[in-house]
């Protein structure tokens, strides 16, 4: 039974798992869990109105191991973490995987160490890489992505990236930021930016954890996710050129993602401004769409 701290002051981790029709994989990911060689854990698994085999594996590997386990009507990604975060998570930090990726066995232990040295940092994360459907590795992400420094401005402007399989939160951050907002698709960016607002972010340069790439991924859905960014943006306003600079590269990102599946799309991220003009990566977009007619 996990207890909120060890005999030998380990502190307990909530790790919630949010599953949506992943009967392929959840069990490897609740089992990456499961083997963790961090020994003070508190499992939760929220099933999201699943249609597939995906609870009857979840409940199977409860017969042997014992976890928490909810199967509830569809409420989506964000009101589900909320509900697993407000009425379940007792431990002092909180990690998030979705049913689709996995750890490696000492994501957890690494993490504790480096939070339990760094008491004021509110969150950390690691580097993670990509796996296909058969768990083989198939990349890394761009090394430029992680860098030693994570305030808001960096995570803000995409000099440093926090991959959400990664992210261990302590559980009173929660408390002063506030739950994921359940109108946003981009739900976890919006939760680091709140929380790198407020309190210093940490990295442990090592991979502890691997994001599945297959067709159902949230992340295919490009045009989507380029209104989320801006839904963001309007967050911050009061930033001045922060704003403008996330609101450049988030354009940009826009142009990058959409401008040759969805030109029609990108079209409403290209805005013609003296200051994106003298920006060289976004004046190459401007030169070519003038004189090509696409991106």
Same mark, same amino acid.
């Given at each position: 039974?996990?207890?909120? @701290?060890?005999?030998?002051?380990?502190?307990?981790?909530?790790?919630?798992?949010?599953?949506?029709?992943?009967?392929?994989? @959840?069990?490897?990911?609740?089992?990456?869990?499961?083997?963790?060689?961090?020994?003070?854990? %508190?499992?939760?698994?929220?099933? &999201?109105?699943?249609?597939?085999?995906?609870?009857?594996?979840?409940?199977?590997?409860?017969?042997?191991? !014992?976890?928490?386990?909810? $199967? %509830?009507?569809?409420?989506?990604?964000?009101?589900?973490?909320?509900?697993? +975060?407000?009425?379940?998570?007792?431990?002092?930090?909180?990690? +998030?995987?979705?049913?689709?990726?996995?750890?490696?066995?000492?994501?957890?232990?690494?993490?504790?160490?480096?939070?339990? %040295?760094?008491?004021?940092?509110?969150?950390?994360?690691?580097?993670?890489?990509?796996?296909?459907?058969?768990?083989?590795?198939?990349?890394?992400?761009?090394?430029?992505?992680?860098?030693?420094?994570?305030?808001?401005?960096?995570?803000?402007?995409?000099?440093?990236?926090? !991959?959400?399989?990664?992210?261990?939160?302590?559980?009173?951050?929660?408390?002063?930021?506030?739950?994921? &907002?359940?109108?946003?698709?981009?739900? &976890?960016?919006?939760?680091?930016?709140?929380?790198?607002?407020?309190? !210093?972010?940490?990295?442990?340069?090592?991979?502890?954890?691997?994001?599945? %790439?297959?067709?159902?991924?949230?992340?295919?859905?490009?045009?989507?996710?380029?209104?989320?960014?801006?839904?963001?943006?309007?967050?911050?306003? $009061?930033?001045?050129? +922060?704003?403008?600079?996330?609101?450049?590269?988030?354009?940009?990102?826009?142009?990058?993602?959409?401008?040759?599946?969805?030109?029609?799309?990108?079209?409403?991220?290209?805005?013609?401004?003296?200051?994106?003009?003298? #920006? !060289?990566? #976004?004046?190459?977009?401007?030169?070519?769409?003038?004189?090509?007619?696409?991106?």
């Amino acid at each position: 039974m996990a207890t909120s @701290v060890t005999p030998n002051g380990q502190p307990l981790v909530s790790v919630i798992v949010p599953c949506y029709n992943h009967e392929a994989f @959840v069990a490897e990911c609740i089992l990456s869990v499961l083997n963790q060689s961090y020994p003070n854990l %508190q499992l939760i698994v929220i099933d &999201d109105g699943s249609k597939d085999k995906s609870v009857a594996i979840i409940r199977n590997l409860q017969k042997t191991n !014992p976890f928490i386990f909810e $199967h %509830q009507q569809n409420m989506g990604l964000s009101a589900t973490l909320n509900k697993a +975060i407000s009425q379940y998570a007792s431990g002092k930090y909180i990690a +998030i995987i979705a049913s689709d990726d996995v750890w490696h066995i000492d994501k957890i232990k690494l993490q504790v160490e480096f939070m339990e %040295q760094h008491p004021d940092f509110g969150m950390c994360c690691t580097k993670a890489v990509f796996i296909d459907e058969h768990s083989a590795i198939t990349g890394v992400l761009n090394p430029k992505l992680f860098t030693r420094k994570y305030g808001f401005n960096e995570i803000a402007l995409g000099k440093s990236f926090v !991959p959400a399989l990664t992210a261990m939160v302590k559980r009173e951050v929660y408390d002063s930021v506030g739950l994921f &907002d359940t109108a946003l698709l981009i739900e &976890d960016l919006d939760m680091w930016l709140r929380i790198a607002d407020k309190y !210093p972010v940490g990295f442990v340069n090592i991979v502890t954890a691997y994001y599945r %790439q297959h067709s159902t991924n949230t992340s295919s859905r490009l045009v989507d996710m380029a209104e989320a960014r801006f839904q963001i943006l309007d967050k911050w306003k $009061h930033k001045g050129t +922060i704003h403008r600079k996330m609101k450049r590269n988030f354009e940009l990102q826009a142009l990058s993602d959409l401008g040759k599946a969805y030109p029609e799309q990108a079209k409403k991220y290209l805005h013609f401004s003296l200051s994106n003009f003298l #920006y !060289p990566r #976004y004046r190459r977009i401007i030169l070519k769409y003038l004189f090509t007619g696409h991106f």
